[in-house]
């Protein structure tokens, strides 16, 4: 095992509270190559405790995952679009309404979205293809990344693969998932930001009670501080979580693997198109899964939104677009 040459030295990260200097380590995540991991190494050093990794020479790409590339094979597919909006990044997230996959979205073909891209108008508006299944389009014919589950051993998928397309520039705000997963880069470089599950309460995740108010717009797996822009002052355990801040660089090619629980923050590179696509796994051992206070944490949260969830349906029944807002409710979930 070797650490990422880019992620070798631990640097430093800076904020001012009053006038002190709070200064933290960022630590590098473990950098394996393919060829020197195998199905028992990952599962004892990696699955079995949690602990993410970073692999390489696992997926050989065998074509350039370009905008055109992707328009070839989902041109006339329509899509899910969300909108996040740039000027929410300017706010405090205790003020937000929707966050992830409860953003307004608009379905558009792929090959709208594209043009959008090229514009300009698709970084203006920060518009974000994302979680986007590509079970059942022409792409899953020639995207085959069976050698992942294969070659580490991995059982259960709970998702198919979701393609995320955007442009650099774009943030996935810092979140966890209730399942393992695996982000593999396929155009474009992403940073990952990572905290482990015990920091959980450092990180001021949203309260579940959120959901009441919410139901899936707002996610209590969602962290309400910027990890690029601290505040130390009105939260004041970060100081604490900070000590167990991981980053690392995803490349074309590289897989990520995010165990469930580990907060995370994904951050698009450079100023072209960004293309990725994840799967989420059954947690294994179930031993595991049985001590993740998050994974339950978020199932108690997805149980309080019932009462918003079934007053949205009965309003849409009784206003005649119950198909339209189940499709909606069927993309947030």
Request: net charge positive.
């Amino acid at each position: 095992m070797h650490d990422d040459p880019q992620l070798g030295m631990d640097r430093s990260i800076e904020s001012q509270t009053g006038n002190a200097a709070i200064t933290s380590l960022v630590k590098p995540i473990a950098h394996l190559q393919a060829d020197c991991l195998t199905k028992n190494v990952f599962y004892q050093n990696y699955q079995k405790p949690g602990i993410p990794v970073l692999i390489s020479g696992l997926v050989h790409l065998d074509q350039n995952w370009s905008l055109d590339y992707l328009c070839e094979w989902l041109g006339a597919i329509e899509f899910p679009v969300r909108h996040y909006g740039r000027q929410r990044y300017e706010q405090d997230k205790r003020t937000w309404s929707d966050i992830g996959s409860g953003v307004e979205v608009k379905n558009m073909p792929f090959c709208e979205y594209a043009t959008l891209l090229k514009s300009g108008v698709a970084h203006e508006q920060d518009l974000y293809l994302g979680k986007c299944s590509i079970e059942h389009t022409p792409l899953a014919k020639v995207a085959t990344f069976d050698q992942i589950k294969m070659h580490l051993g991995l059982k259960r998928s709970i998702t198919a693969w979701n393609l995320w397309v955007g442009l650099g520039g774009h943030i996935t705000c810092l979140h966890y998932d209730s399942f393992d997963g695996t982000l593999l880069q396929l155009q474009g470089s992403k940073r990952l930001i990572l905290f482990p599950p015990s920091q959980l309460y450092n990180l001021y995740p949203f309260p579940i009670s959120v959901h009441l108010k919410n139901g899936l717009n707002l996610r209590s797996a969602y962290s309400q501080i910027y990890p690029d822009k601290p505040d130390f002052h009105q939260f004041p355990k970060l100081m604490q979580a900070f000590q167990h801040r991981y980053e690392v660089i995803l490349n074309p090619g590289d897989v990520l693997y995010i165990p469930a629980g580990w907060m995370h923050e994904v951050i698009a590179l450079g100023n072209e198109m960004v293309c990725s696509v994840n799967r989420f796994w059954s947690i294994q051992p179930f031993v595991r899964a049985l001590f993740c206070w998050s994974k339950w944490r978020s199932h108690l949260g997805s149980v309080l939104t019932a009462p918003y969830v079934l007053k949205n349906l009965f309003t849409a029944m009784r206003n005649g677009d119950r198909q339209q807002t189940l499709g909606q409710l069927l993309q947030k979930l």
